[in-house]
T-cell receptor, first 109, second 114 residues
Framework: GQNIDQPTEMTATEGAIVQINCTYQ??????LFWYQQHAGEAPTFLSY????GLEEKGRFSSFLSRSKGYSYLLLKELQMKDSASYLC??????????FGRGTSLIVHP | DGGITQSPKYLFRKEGQNVTLSCEQN?????MYWYRQDPGQGLRLIYY???????QKGDIAEGYSVSREKKESFPLTVTSAQKNPTAFYLC?????????????FGPGTRLLVL
């Protein structure tokens, strides 16, 4: 089976840095995805990690440790438009990613 | 412009009625998926299809049916057997299905019960 855990909600201040954690237990591993979803809209792809380490893409970075079953998404220089849900999805043995419940990030001035 | 379209944006269902949600993609993707999203919940997989004329049940397939007669199209029918259909429905596609491909999502259909 698959178990993916991420915090339900986080708040942060505009201009700050926030780290959203995701822990997982899966049978098999084919990579970990992060998606961003604004309220009432479709999720959009942010990052994909299959090897250990940090992947940086502009203000967003994603880290993976396969031995610890752990990933985080790091958002720098937060902007109001970053207020959204952030979904962690893990590709396990079934070849279809399983999604966590998502972390709702609220950015305030 | 390539992408995934879903229609309608909002759909109302009466008691005992079957309704069909449309999903079309022009990305030439082989794999397509249907997810259901409820408040405070992640995306739950209803059905998926790796190739034309083939589809598989996901985690919550009861009360739903699908077809995949064309590569571009993967409609979802919510039957009267689905007792709690109010939710946000998302269709997605990916190039293949090895677990390593990015999924591209449509804008979603919000289904409400009258």
């Amino acid at each position: 089976g698959q178990n993916i855990d991420q915090p339900t909600e986080m708040t942060a201040t505009e201009g700050a840095i926030v780290q959203i954690n995701c822990t997982y237990q899966t049978s098999g591993f084919n990579g970990l995805f992060w998606y961003q979803q604004h309220a009432g809209e479709a999720p959009t792809f942010l990052s994909y990690n299959v090897l250990d380490g940090l992947e940086e893409k502009g203000r967003f970075s994603s880290f993976l440790s396969r031995s610890k079953g752990y990933s985080y998404l790091l958002l720098k220089e937060l902007q109001m438009k970053d207020s959204a849900s952030y979904l962690c999805a893990v590709g396990g043995g079934s070849y279809i990613p399983t999604f966590g419940r998502g972390t709702s990030l609220i950015v305030h001035p | 412009d390539g992408g995934i379209t879903q229609s309608p944006k909002y759909l109302f269902r009466k008691e005992g009625q079957n309704v069909t949600l449309s999903c079309e993609q022009n990305l030439n993707h082989d794999a397509m998926y249907w997810y259901r999203q409820d408040p405070g919940q992640g995306l739950r997989l209803i059905y998926y299809s790796q190739i034309v004329n083939d589809f598989q049940k996901g985690d919550i397939a009861e009360g739903y049916s699908v077809s995949r007669e064309k590569k571009e199209s993967f409609p979802l029918t919510v039957t009267s057997a689905q007792k709690n259909p109010t939710a946000f429905y998302l269709c997605a596609s990916s190039i293949g299905q090895t677990g390593q491909e990015t999924q591209y999502f449509g804008p979603g259909t919000r289904l409400l019960v009258l």
